[in-house]
């Protein structure tokens, strides 16, 4: 029997775009994500139980998955956070379905108004299938890692090392495999900011949503996502330079587009103000200076984009001059629009229709604005001290893990789990984002009159030079406004700018293996060996793996006012 001459032709086509042999690139990515998805997966029902905030989030997951309305109010159950997160777990549960225990429960229904769920069968679930999608969520971050590196700096080397380091960080790997929302905002975040870079914003947007309806800080990709709009607007306005075309603006091209940035910024900042409102009161838009200027800004950016709009057409409309838009004015039409719509409108529709759940079971969006309302009240107050925070300007020296667990069943209390950072990784990432900031200023030279004290700049950054820029700037923009938060925080809350700080890494070793001294691609390969063995060294403090006593205490390298790992 043969095939038709059109299948033929088909299979003959999809058969010459198939690899015919792998490349070692090809192989060291599947090797890695191989590392991956062994190190998430392995044991990843151990522990048994719920541990930290576990006994928050899978709890009203389940409670999801049953349908119980309870899920949905806020004393009591996690609502906190947005519940996309949680709605993963229930998945999970719902997939992987029950666990039969015997002897002790399994430590997540501590309230007493749960206490029937605790021997309760049709509630007891499979700690792997609470924790599952979190674990692939953590493969996924490597893979996107992996992209978002090649892609930014046009290299294999740089995307595989980006991988390998994310693959072996302690911080990622622990938070991988707690069923909590920070890998999925990890995930979500490099997923965002790949399709970001490669001008797939309608993905872009999608995942931004997805991110914030995990987690409201994954909202800090608002940094990243304005520089690349920045840098395409500044790329646009070079490359439309004397083409032989008019280039003076008529007034509609401003209009227009000054209109919809006015609007977006207002849309924003009305956003915030609304749900920072005290639960229960009405919003006032006059009751304060940020609620005025929103509500100016949303005003001023109507109007100016309604006159833009009206002038075009009547200049269409009319018998005059001939209605378009000038290169310069397409660009600044073309990313106003863009922006709106894949990173205004397209993640506010994801984020409300994560609450698809709660509305299906009777709720409104007025309950839906209320349970953010007091969520955000919630972090607002979140001062009572914890005994293993860490404030935000002591994350990049990882200055105070976090204590996760320990097995009670133990008798040496050696088996146990932190969330702790590779120190290799975090340590070598800051020297890495200063290399990174001079590459990307290397062309820029400063000059200083010594009669006159003043500082002249000369030069100029080349499209070349974006990426390391990106990097830096990204980096500061997920860690930097951790500043002026008022809750207590934790080592977890630095994982976004983490995987910008393993982007710089990934850089220096690229820049690193193509010197043409061989010491610099040895230099590479020590470093990355040396995070690797870091890795088997902490693992089993990182994964609840019953230890000598001697081996348990020599993880605790520091105990003083500074760092603090015990």
Not at 181 to 187: C, K, N, Q, S
Not at 520 to 525: D, E, I
Request: aromatic share 16%.
């Amino acid at each position: 029997m043969s095939l038709p001459d059109a299948a033929r032709t088909s299979f003959q086509s999809v058969q010459a775009r198939l690899p015919r042999k792998l490349t070692a690139y090809q192989w060291a990515l599947i090797a890695i994500l191989i590392a991956a998805i062994f190190t998430r997966f392995w044991r990843l029902g151990s522990p048994n139980e719920c541990y930290f905030d576990e006994v928050y989030f899978p709890t009203t997951g389940a409670e999801i998955l049953h349908g119980d309305n309870r899920a949905w109010l806020f004393y009591g159950h996690e609502n906190t956070h947005p519940p996309l997160s949680k709605e993963f777990m229930a998945l999970g549960m719902g997939v992987f379905g029950h666990q039969q225990r015997t002897g002790a429960d399994n430590k997540c229904w501590g309230d007493e108004e749960d206490a029937a769920h605790r021997s309760d069968p049709d509630w007891t679930y499979n700690p792997y299938a609470w924790r599952f999608f979190g674990a692939l969520a953590g493969v996924g971050a490597v893979l996107f890692m992996y992209l978002l590196a090649k892609r930014l700096f046009s290299s294999e080397i740089a995307g595989l090392a980006g991988a390998f380091l994310l693959t072996f960080d302690g911080l990622a790997f622990a938070q991988s495999r707690i069923a909590t929302p920070d890998t999925y905002v990890l995930f979500f975040v490099l997923g965002a900011v790949y399709f970001l870079v490669s001008n797939r914003f309608l993905f872009s947007g999608v995942f931004f949503g997805a991110a914030v309806a995990t987690k409201w800080v994954a909202a800090f990709t608002a940094v990243p996502i304005l520089l690349y709009f920045i840098w395409r607007l500044l790329q646009g306005i070079s490359e439309t330079k004397g083409d032989g075309q008019p280039q003076r603006l008529r007034p509609y091209e401003i209009a227009l587009p000054g209109g919809l940035a006015l609007l977006y910024g207002g849309i924003t900042l009305t956003v915030w103000r609304y749900v920072a409102t005290t639960p229960g009161d009405t919003y006032d838009p006059l009751g304060g200076p940020l609620q005025l200027l929103a509500l100016l800004l949303v005003i001023a950016g109507a109007a100016g984009a309604a006159a833009g709009l009206l002038m075009l057409l009547t200049r269409g409309a009319g018998g005059g001059a001939k209605a378009g838009f000038t290169p310069r004015g397409k660009l600044y039409l073309q990313l106003a629009v863009a922006f709106g719509v894949f990173f205004v409108m397209v993640p506010g529709y994801v984020y409300l229709m994560t609450y698809l759940p709660m509305l299906l079971n009777g709720w409104d969006l007025g309950a839906v604005r209320e349970l953010n309302r007091q969520a955000y009240s919630f972090h607002s107050n979140l001062t009572l001290p914890h005994p293993w925070q860490s404030p935000w300007d002591t994350w990049p020296i990882m200055a105070r893990p976090i204590f996760l667990f320990v097995d009670s069943q133990d008798p040496n209390g050696t088996t146990k789990i932190y969330s702790q950072g590779n120190p290799i990784v975090f340590w070598m990432a800051l020297p890495a984002l200063a290399f990174v900031l001079w590459q990307g200023l290397g062309r820029l030279r400063a000059r200083v009159d010594a009669a006159t004290g003043d500082i002249s700049v000369s030069g100029r950054i080349s499209v070349r030079q974006f990426p390391q820029l990106f990097v830096v700037l990204g980096y500061l923009g997920f860690w930097l406004p951790w500043a002026s938060q008022p809750r207590i925080m934790f080592i977890y809350h630095y994982i976004s700018a983490l995987a910008f700080a393993i982007l710089a890494l990934a850089y220096v070793v690229d820049w690193l293996w193509w010197q043409e001294d061989r010491r610099g691609r040895a230099a590479a390969v020590i470093f990355l060996v040396a995070v690797l063995a870091s890795f088997v060294y902490f693992y089993p403090h990182l994964a609840a793996v019953d230890v000598p006593a001697w081996l348990d205490q020599s993880y605790y390298w520091f105990n003083n006012g500074l760092l603090k790992w015990q």
